[in-house]
């Protein structure tokens, strides 16, 4: 899957194992680096469903975001990067359609 980052500043902290173990200890750091590379080795967000890591979708004001666990209650925070968002014809995310994201950020939204 194609990964592109918010901003700068994220993608520089995602991008530096010192940087994340800094910010964020040795274990979150290891898990932020671990989902990063899962999610990059996967052909499709479907794929992910199946990894370690929750992979699950945002509901109410974070509607349209999804995330994967990290050290709870942390959370790996993103969207899916296409114009149109691919959808089912429920209106639902469509998952197997998903082969680029943004990642938006890094923390505990509940």
Not at 6 to 12: D, E, F, T, V, W
Not at 25 to 39: H, K, N, W
Request: aromatic share 4%; hydrophobic share 40%.
């Amino acid at each position: 899957m194609k990964i592109r980052f918010a901003n700068s500043k994220l993608s520089k902290l995602c991008n530096s194992e010192k940087k994340l173990r800094g910010k964020y200890g040795p274990r979150m750091a290891s898990l932020i680096q671990q989902r990063l590379v899962d999610l990059d080795a996967v052909a499709t967000l479907e794929v992910m469903r199946a990894l370690p890591g929750r992979c699950h979708e945002l509901k109410q004001n974070l509607a349209g975001l999804l995330a994967v666990d990290l050290v709870h209650p942390q959370r790996l925070a993103f969207r899916p990067d296409h114009d149109p968002i691919p959808t089912r014809k429920d209106g639902g995310l469509d998952w197997a359609q998903v082969t680029k994201i943004e990642i938006v950020g890094i923390g505990n939204y509940h």
